[in-house]
């Protein structure tokens, strides 16, 4: 066998004993059948030594051939690289070897590893964690094996083939059943020996990516990886949360589960109190710090000359005289880390990556903290030459160190440390966990401020820190730091007497998802995000020991536009709903509510799970058809939803009739599904998402597409909405497809104006540097005024006006004050970000999905909502009464709107008030709709797919049509094109 060096090594033959030494090994194999099988490739074990790894080969590629069935398998291939950096003394940066590996697998998939081992003294570091294990891979059998040896609880793992290819895209796996009964019983498992075999199981597995299987292939096989890797990890939190451990690193437990009251310290905070302000301290680990408590009181070392200080007393809230500089002993109390590490007894001791000093407790042992992993360490050398050792901190202990210190980030006896970076503070012994510090008013206090170089008086009453500025407020390198002073008060706090779970509570009923209402009063200025969940079991027909639930979530949190233009908001709560269901689905809706507002009219939706069914409906709504939901489960418990027959018939049912209850039921079904992401109807002419999982179980697809077929015959037609219904299929059959696409030809009206006129008569009259703004923006860049088309100069001072009758453009003149009557109705621009529509001398709320079009009067304006789709406008009047009564909703009429139009400087109204131009936001061009019921719609085809279609608008008297057209190739070219409106027959 030939063992590559790398490049510029020579190749040389070596003995078989020799080689089976080797980090990464290759049996050797013959192409005859008296030959052993294949060993396959070796991911070598983690070296123990700094000597051990740096003995091996800089570079190492190894591949063994692969035989999975027909066609040709790529190898499997293995490739090892080792950096070695040097030693530097002068900065005690100890020699240190850098070990890659990498693991090719016939998929495409790649596993790879990572180890970093340093050549330091002896006793100056912790005992090293049990090292990664082996992992052999090879193909026996058309099957592909993957083994952790020295891990005796771990099984083999037999992935076979159910896909296979020329190709490597063409390989997907399943796991093996021989594989699987012996997994199974690891899963329910919480001895360490499963836990390690588990944990190995897990890392490998994490690694292969997603694409190992496939969605759409047949279950059970296609998703066993997938639901092995999910196995694996429940079983990993579940012995996370058995051990006392915290799985939301970086998330508040308060957040996680605001029903823990027992597990909730009353922590409180006085005002900030800002005492003066300082410089940047130096970020030299090893300096002595210049903030610190003494006697009581906060001292601060001048920074002029770094030998006096100045100590502040927080009960006189006062500063005493200068002095000369005093720390104490820092022997009995400095923490700090040197480039060498710790100083422990005789000896410097580097402390385990991603942990941190925080409190000496002796001359041997201090205090270490993980912000990773939110838990607190004792790291201590014991007398002689002993390894230095890891243990938890006693209770005892830290109350002393604290007591003897000048200030640390404990408090409580040392029972929570404060996290400056997340501006939280964490227990520092089991149960772990972490809850938001409440500093005061967000927004008005700390706010996106850092925090640094806090200090807790010894006796734990005072805390002192430096603020920051906000990131986006620093201007210079010369930044000035705040420092403040706040008091401490922790109320009576008992510990619970069981391990407090962060996971929601299962119950045993129906899980429902109730309509958007906020009860309590709006969330203050000190309040945070609120988050409630519940879980329901269910019996899908998986293996009992791989518990399922489904997992119901209400997240509420402010509203990011609070106190913006007028406060129309003040009062507003945010709602994002959502249902979690096994197999990958989600449903969720996000909705603004008012505290003791009306109900939404969005009615509950219940989720019921049954033995291998889930059924979803709306409440409130009569004849609603439930949406149920066959399981079919795979290996590991993986599932795949299937729609269950009894929906699609009473669908179908309610396809066939014609009344207003059908209709109804059938618009709160479509509603429901499209609360799933991957299930939304997609609007006519763009392409649907091909990664959907609702909207591809069964004919569900189909039934969406027919409901939305109903819902033009019933509100209004799009012209090529009939052509895109697909008709042919089994699918299309059930839910009479070709029947839908009759009617809405029936249905279709011709444009009412002219094609051949909008085509052949558009004439280019300019191009314009920028897309100009348009009515009803206060101040528009483009507009109509005395019958000509009037564009404002760069200047801003100075229009010029195209004349379309004479076809010509006239002198540059000053711009007038009001440029054309009714200047008071032009409020704001339809993609203005503010939130807050100002009319009658108020600011009203809108949603996102109801967009301006034109102001009527002062006090009404009519709006676009496309709630129900982009394509699917409706045309509603928001008017505001003279008194201080509610607002009012109701549909326009057509002498408003053409007046509106008369009066204004180009809008979206032509026709004499009967139609309106609308826009939608993904499409080259505008559609043409009728304002009031019954509502139709046509799409106006002004230009080829070269070209974008901006800035549309009417002229006054709804003959002329201006907008502006983007070539799409570059260089992109913006001009100002107008053409006649010619009514058509």
């Excluded at 052993?36 to 003995?55: C, D, I, N, Y």
């Amino acid at each position: 066998m030939t063992c590559c060096y790398g490049p510029g090594h020579m190749h040389f033959r070596i003995v078989r004993g020799w080689c089976l030494g080797l980090l990464l090994t290759l049996s050797a194999t013959r192409a005859t059948a008296a030959e052993a099988p294949s060993q396959g490739v070796v991911l070598a074990a983690e070296p123990r030594t700094f000597a051990e790894a740096k003995a091996l080969p800089p570079k190492l590629t190894e591949s063994a051939a692969c035989d999975l069935g027909p066609g040709k398998t790529p190898d499997i291939t293995v490739s090892q690289s080792v950096d070695v950096t040097q030693a530097i003394p002068a900065f005690c940066r100890p020699a240190e070897a850098v070990i890659t590996q990498k693991l090719s697998l016939p998929d495409g998939s790649h596993v790879e590893r990572r180890f970093r081992i340093v050549d330091d003294a002896p006793g100056t570091q912790l005992p090293p964690p049990p090292p990664r294990p082996r992992i052999r891979v090879r193909c026996e059998a058309r099957r592909l094996e993957l083994s952790v040896e020295g891990v005796p609880e771990a099984p083999l793992l037999r992935l076979e083939p159910i896909g296979i290819g020329a190709t490597s895209a063409s390989v997907r796996f399943r796991v093996s059943r021989d594989s699987e009964a012996r997994i199974l019983p690891l899963l329910v498992r919480d001895d360490a020996g499963a836990r390690r075999a588990l944990e190995e199981l897990g890392l490998l597995i994490k690694d292969i990516p997603s694409r190992m299987y496939v969605r759409d292939a047949n279950l059970p096989e296609a998703d066993s990886v997938a639901g092995l890797a999910a196995a694996l990890e429940r079983a990993r939190n579940r012995a996370v949360l058995a051990a006392g451990g915290d799985l939301g690193q970086y998330v508040p437990r308060d957040v996680l589960a605001p029903d823990l009251e027992g597990d909730r310290p009353p922590l409180k905070t006085g005002e900030p109190e800002e005492i003066g302000e300082v410089q940047p301290p130096e970020s030299d680990s090893t300096a002595d710090p210049d903030l610190f408590w003494r006697g009581g009181r906060l001292c601060v070392v001048q920074q002029d000359t770094g030998r006096r200080m100045r100590c502040y007393d927080p009960v006189a809230r006062r500063w005493g005289k200068a002095v000369s500089v005093n720390r104490g002993d820092p022997s009995a109390w400095s923490p700090r880390m040197g480039r060498c590490g710790i100083p422990l007894g005789t000896r410097n001791v580097r402390p385990p990556e991603s942990f941190q000093p925080e409190l000496r407790l002796s001359p041997g042992a201090v205090l270490l903290w993980s912000v990773w992993g939110h838990e607190a360490l004792v790291m201590e050398v014991p007398e002689g030459d002993g390894p230095p050792r890891l243990r938890a901190p006693e209770a005892e202990e830290l109350k002393k160190a604290m007591l003897a210190s000048t200030g640390s980030r404990l408090f409580a006896e040392g029972r929570f440390i404060l996290d400056e970076d997340r501006k939280q503070f964490c227990s520092v012994r089991r149960p772990l966990g972490c809850w938001s510090l409440p500093w005061g008013r967000r927004g008005e206090d700390e706010g996106p401020g850092r925090l640094s170089e806090a200090r807790v008086s010894p006796d734990g009453r005072w805390v002192a820190y430096l603020r920051g500025s906000a990131p986006s407020r620093v201007d210079s390198a010369d930044e000035t730091l705040t420092l403040v002073v706040r008091s401490l008060a922790l109320g009576p706090y008992a510990a619970p007497r069981e391990l407090a779970s962060t996971a929601p509570r299962i119950v045993r009923t129906d899980v429902v998802m109730e309509t958007p209402a906020w009860g309590g009063p709006a969330l203050g200025e000190d309040d945070d995000e609120r988050l409630t969940r519940a879980r329901i079991s269910c019996e899908l027909g998986q293996d009992p020991r791989i518990p399922f639930e489904l997992e119901m979530r209400t997240v509420a949190s402010d509203d990011p536009w609070r106190g913006a233009a007028g406060g129309c908001r003040d009062n507003r709560v945010r709602l994002h709903q959502e249902l979690w269901v096994p197999g990958g689905l989600e449903f969720s809706r996000r909705t603004f509510v008012v505290a003791g507002d009306r109900p939404s009219s969005e009615g509950e939706v219940k989720v019921r799970c049954q033995p291998g069914r889930l059924s979803l409906w709306m409440e409130g709504v009569p004849e609603f058809p439930a949406l149920t939901l066959t399981a079919n489960m795979g290996a590991f418990g993986a599932v795949r939803w299937g729609l269950a027959p009894e929906t699609e018939a009473r669908l179908q049912a309610l396809l066939a009739r014609d009344d207003a209850t059908a209709t109804e039921a059938l618009d709160a079904f479509a509603r429901l599904v499209e609360m799933n992401d991957d299930a939304r109807v997609v609007p006519a002419g763009m392409k649907p998402n091909e990664d959907g999982h609702v909207s591809r179980m069964g004919c569900l697809a189909t039934a969406l597409e027919a409901i939305s077929a109903r819902r033009a015959l019933a509100d209004g037609v799009h012209p090529e909405l009939h052509a895109l219904l697909k008709t042919g299929g089994v699918c299309a059959e059930r839910y009479g497809m070709r029947a839908l696409q009759q009617r809405l030809k029936a249905a279709t009206l011709p444009l009412p104006l002219s094609l051949g006129a909008v085509k052949g008569r558009a004439e280019i009259i300019g191009q314009v540097p920028f897309v100009p703004s348009i009515p009803p923006e206060r101040q528009p860049q483009l507009y109509w005024r005395d019958g000509t088309l009037c564009r404002v100069q760069p200047d801003g001072a100075r229009v010029r006006c195209y004349d379309p009758a004479a076809r010509e453009w006239g002198p540059v003149v000053a711009r007038q004050d009001r440029p054309f009557p009714r200047e008071d109705l032009l409020l704001k621009s339809q993609d203005h970000p503010s939130p807050c529509y100002p009319m009658g001398g108020r600011s009203i709320p809108l949603p996102e999905e109801v967009r301006d079009v034109l102001p009527l009067s002062p006090r009404a304006s009519l709006f676009a909502d496309t709630s129900r789709g982009d394509l699917a406008p409706e045309f509603k009047v928001i008017e505001v009464p003279k008194d201080a009564g509610p607002v009012r909703t109701r549909a326009p009429s057509v002498e408003e709107l053409a007046l509106a139009a008369r009066a204004g400087g180009g809008s979206a109204s032509l026709g004499e008030g009967r139609f309106l131009l609308h826009v939608s936001k993904n499409e080259r061009s505008p559609w043409l709709c009728t304002a009031v019921r019954p509502w139709m719609c046509w799409k106006l085809d002004l230009e080829s797919e070269a070209y974008a279609v901006l800035a549309t608008m009417a002229s006054p008297d709804g003959r002329w049509l201006s907008y502006v057209r983007i070539t799409r190739e570059k260089p992109h070219i913006d001009e100002l094109v107008l053409l006649p409106l010619t009514p058509g027959p």
